[in-house]
């Protein structure tokens, strides 16, 4: 036998669902938590064709004095 459900217990039911599927993660610094976005996070394929380029145009780092005179 099928059970009508009203409207307070369909949305009972789906946060009773997705509290389920949500797992709390706590993170000890900042860092910690941008490395782990970065890494559940997909760069688009249009962004990433772009930062590549860019990186090519750029120059080359410049040597710093001492390597100068010791070279």
């Known amino acids: 036998m099928k059970q009508k ?3 307070g ?3 009972e039911q789906s946060a ?3 509290s389920e ?4 993660k706590e ?6 938590l941008l ?6 996070t997909a760069v688009p394929p249009e962004i990433a ?11 080359p ?3 710093s004095w001492w390597r100068k005179l010791f070279s």
Request: glycine fraction near 0%.
């Open 61 to 63: 780092p410049r040597r």
């Open 21 to 24: 599927k949500t797992t709390a």
């Open 5 to 7: 459900l009203t409207t």
């Open 27 to 32: 993170f000890a610094s900042v860092e910690e």
């Open 9 to 11: 217990q369909q949305q």
């Open 49 to 59: 064709q772009r930062l590549r380029q860019s990186l090519e145009e750029s120059p």
């Open 16 to 18: 009773e669902t997705r």
């Open 35 to 40: 490395r782990h976005d970065a890494a559940q």
